[in-house]
T-cell receptor, first 115, second 113 residues
Framework: AQTVTQSQPEMSVQEAETVTLSCTYD???????LFWYKQPPSRQMILVIR??????QNATENRFSVNFQKAAKSFSLKISDSQLGDAAMYFC????????????FGKGTSLLVTP | DAGVIQSPRHEVTEMGQEVTLRCKPI?????LFWYRQTMMRGLELLIY????????DSGMPEDRFSAKMPNASFSTLKIQPSEPRDSAVYFC???????????FGSGTRLTVV
């Protein structure tokens, strides 16, 4: 089974600054999908961004962008111009393209945004 | 679109009692997933359905857990008998394409005392 590792249990960023959350994964597959989910205190899981492994271009959604390094099996999330509302748990997730449709999640990174 | 609807939002029950969690997926979504979230183990897949048929239930902890999807708009996760170690947040999620991130419900926080 593929494993997803988020090595930073907690991160802190000042409002308006930029922060990068790390994620690495282990797989022998060449086709797969990667996701970042946000979980605020309300506990709702919110999709932030997704990346198809066959696409070389890094995905971007407004202030959120990823740095996808396929050879290194790395998928980091960059949040620009951080806002107080960005404070949440962030989960990296992997989904196989060929074998099953379940998401494998990392343990999460808790992001604190300070004024 | 009302999103994925789960009920109840909170459930407190006594050990040994039967617990039923409910989920209504987004209309048109043909995949439905049940996840469990705990501090110790994070987010774990319990089971998922495609077109109402269970595809992978390898994550179901033991025989005390069962899940059904009698039609495209409703699914249940039942625990009988419940134990304190079942205390967790249970999420339901649905999807209609394999490349879309799934849409999660707001979860049910289960406390077994």
């Amino acid at each position: 089974a593929q494993t997803v590792t988020q090595s930073q249990p907690e991160m802190s960023v000042q409002e308006a600054e930029t922060v990068t959350l790390s994620c690495t994964y282990d797989t022998s597959e060449s086709d797969y999908y990667l996701f970042w989910y946000k979980q605020p205190p309300s506990r709702q899981m919110i999709l932030v961004i997704r990346q198809e492994a066959y696409k070389q271009q890094n995905a971007t959604e407004n202030r959120f962008s990823v740095n996808f390094q396929k050879a290194a099996k790395s998928f980091s999330l960059k949040i620009s111009d951080s806002q107080l509302g960005d404070a949440a748990m962030y989960f990296c997730a992997y989904r196989s393209f060929h074998s099953g449709y379940a998401l494998n999640f990392g343990k999460g990174t808790s992001l604190l945004v300070t004024p | 679109d009302a999103g994925v609807i789960q009920s109840p939002r909170h459930e407190v029950t006594e050990m040994g009692q039967e617990v039923t969690l409910r989920c209504k997926p987004i209309s048109g979504h043909d995949y439905l997933f049940w996840y469990r979230q705990t501090m110790m183990r994070g987010l774990e897949l319990l089971i998922y359905f495609n077109n109402n048929v269970p595809i992978d239930d390898s994550g179901m902890p033991e025989d005390r857990f069962s899940a059904k999807m009698p039609n495209a708009s409703f699914s249940t996760l039942k625990i009988q008998p419940s134990e304190p170690r079942d205390s967790a947040v249970y999420f339901c999620a649905s999807s209609f394409r394999e490349d879309y991130g799934y849409t999660f419900g707001s979860g049910t926080r289960l406390t077994v005392v």
